[in-house]
């Protein structure tokens, strides 16, 4: 957690998200019928940071479920964002790295928390950079609601409506120092 955060709730434990994670690879397997003839159209695309984890751990499951690997790529929109010009720090740019060519191919592009729709928007600009998939489909682990833009996930671990004064916080071992999923509530700095 960020130091400030006030913990308002626990929403997923480590056991819920792996049990979250189980079931949507299951629903990917099922919809784009994966097996070891299909896998070669389709891929995973992590988006930076806990994307790129998130969509590690699904390719390890579909990989156990079907019997073969599917592509797996790393992609980084923060120069995709249309705020990062408004924020006051430089942006840390992160790693792309899809190694398989992208035209033609269904693909799933995966983060941990859909708020705005802007970080996906910007995704989708950035893969649409790179190649023609044959369709992009959305994974999250959780929707919390709020959009400013419209955008909908696919694939949806959780749906949890927040306030405009909350957050909701996905940490992964792979990154953090604990697993789940938490809403948070920034404390209001009093003014004088």
């Given at each position: 957690?960020?130091?400030?955060?006030?913990?308002?709730?626990?929403?997923?434990?480590?056991?819920?998200?792996?049990?979250?994670?189980?079931?949507?690879?299951?629903?990917?397997?099922?919809?784009?019928?994966?097996?070891?003839?299909?896998?070669?159209?389709?891929g995973?695309?992590g988006?930076?940071s806990?994307?790129?984890?998130?969509?590690?751990?699904?390719?390890?499951?579909?990989?156990?479920?079907?019997?073969?690997?599917?592509?797996?790529?790393?992609?980084?929109?923060?120069?995709y964002?249309?705020?990062?010009?408004?924020?006051?720090?430089?942006?840390?740019?992160?790693?792309?790295?899809?190694?398989?060519?992208?035209?033609g191919?269904?693909?799933?592009?995966?983060?941990?928390?859909?708020?705005?729709?802007?970080?996906?928007?910007?995704?989708?600009?950035?893969?649409?950079?790179?190649?023609?998939?044959?369709?992009?489909?959305?994974?999250?682990?959780?929707?919390?609601?709020?959009?400013?833009?419209?955008?909908?996930?696919?694939?949806?671990?959780?749906k949890?409506p927040?306030?405009?004064?909350?957050?909701?916080?996905?940490?992964?071992?792979?990154?953090?120092?604990?697993?789940?999923?938490w809403?948070?509530?920034?404390?209001?700095?009093?003014?004088?």
């Amino acid at each position: 957690m960020e130091p400030n955060d006030v913990i308002k709730a626990q929403l997923m434990t480590a056991r819920d998200l792996e049990r979250t994670l189980q079931r949507m690879a299951r629903q990917i397997v099922e919809m784009f019928d994966l097996d070891e003839t299909r896998s070669g159209s389709f891929g995973l695309i992590g988006m930076q940071s806990r994307g790129v984890f998130i969509a590690s751990r699904l390719e390890k499951i579909i990989q156990t479920i079907t019997g073969s690997a599917v592509p797996l790529g790393i992609l980084d929109a923060t120069m995709y964002r249309d705020d990062f010009r408004m924020r006051l720090k430089q942006p840390v740019v992160r790693e792309t790295k899809i190694d398989f060519d992208i035209d033609g191919r269904d693909l799933v592009l995966v983060d941990d928390v859909l708020f705005t729709g802007r970080t996906t928007r910007a995704g989708l600009d950035a893969l649409t950079d790179l190649g023609r998939p044959a369709s992009v489909h959305f994974l999250v682990i959780v929707d919390r609601g709020l959009r400013e833009l419209p955008i909908k996930a696919d694939f949806v671990g959780r749906k949890i409506p927040t306030l405009p004064g909350e957050e909701v916080r996905v940490r992964i071992a792979e990154m953090d120092d604990q697993e789940g999923v938490w809403l948070v509530e920034h404390p209001t700095t009093p003014t004088t």
